[in-house]
């Protein structure tokens, strides 16, 4: 059932008359098959589609300019790619390798990840096991470090952002919501930058105004605070206790309610909660984000790493190791 958006005569490709024996430097929908929708988001869909040329996969997300200017959200999307092109050619997060735009739509050529998002793998086992979690939070963690280290945070971290590539390997995507911030010059005196709510360049966002999924989001997000790389920490260790446990920490069918939840801390662990683990997520489910196991770790989340429950987890090349199965 393959779902093709209308070809569009208004896309231009001046470059293939100009040299018509090097590959064009920009494409067109034409230069792709478009196949099923593999993710929905509120401002695009993605498609997978087969480069025509070379018969290689690509995950292209497509926004529509209309809805995209009528919702006021051109600022995030060219954030978006920006943000992306800035990150590309590191494992763990998703590639972007071009992007191009017709009359109606803006396109974002990313790289396919075949196995899908890390969500239903979670639901249909009902939970992972401790070698699973160890494995999958460890590449997060890595994914996050590097994130960290190019001044972006990604704000809307969870299962559903975190894909799986062809060796299941993890992939992070949707940084639809990410910011750079200005690091703080010492985040233990008052002359640097403190933080980044400096949101000058967000005038229609009010300081703070929440944009993550409300089960991951961080206390700080909820109370005005400034949100900080330790905001993703926070998102971290709620991902750790629903690989374990089968279920996000904080839960409720009224938003309301979780963010009372989240903001006061309440949430149990099951019986039978890996120790480890438990001790883990309880140094990241902190309300006060620059007291979070990490948060004030250089170049790398070494403080996370060197816990016991990544004992003999080897970081530096998980993206090397054959994943352990999932169950
Ligand atoms: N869903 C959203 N983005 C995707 C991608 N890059 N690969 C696979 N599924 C996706």
Known sequence: SAVVPPASNSATNTNTTMHATVPPTKRTPNDFIFGKVIGEGSFSTVY???DIHTQKEFAIKVCEKHYIIKEKKTEYVKREKDI???LSNTPFIVKLYYTFQDAERLYFVLSYAKN????PHINKVGSFDVECTKFYSGEILVALEYLHNMNVIHRDLKPENILLDENMHIMITDFGSAKMYKPAVDRKTKNGVSGCNDDEDEPRRRKNSFVGTAQ??????????????SSDL???GCIIYQMISGLP??????????FQKITKLEYEFPSGFCEKARNLVEKLLVLDSEQRIGATDKVKYSSIRSHPFYESLDFDNLHKT?????Y
């Open 116 to 119: 899908g998002e890390l969500l």
């Open 216 to 229: 991951y989001v961080s206390p700080e997000l909820l109370t005005d605070k400034p949100v900080t790389p």
């Open 48 to 50: 997978l589609t087969k």
């Open 249 to 258: 920490p904080f839960r409720s069918r009224s938003e309301y309610i979780m």
């Open 322 to 326: 054959t994943p352990p199965p999932i």
């Open 234 to 236: 926070w998102a971290f």
């Open 84 to 86: 992306l092109f800035y």
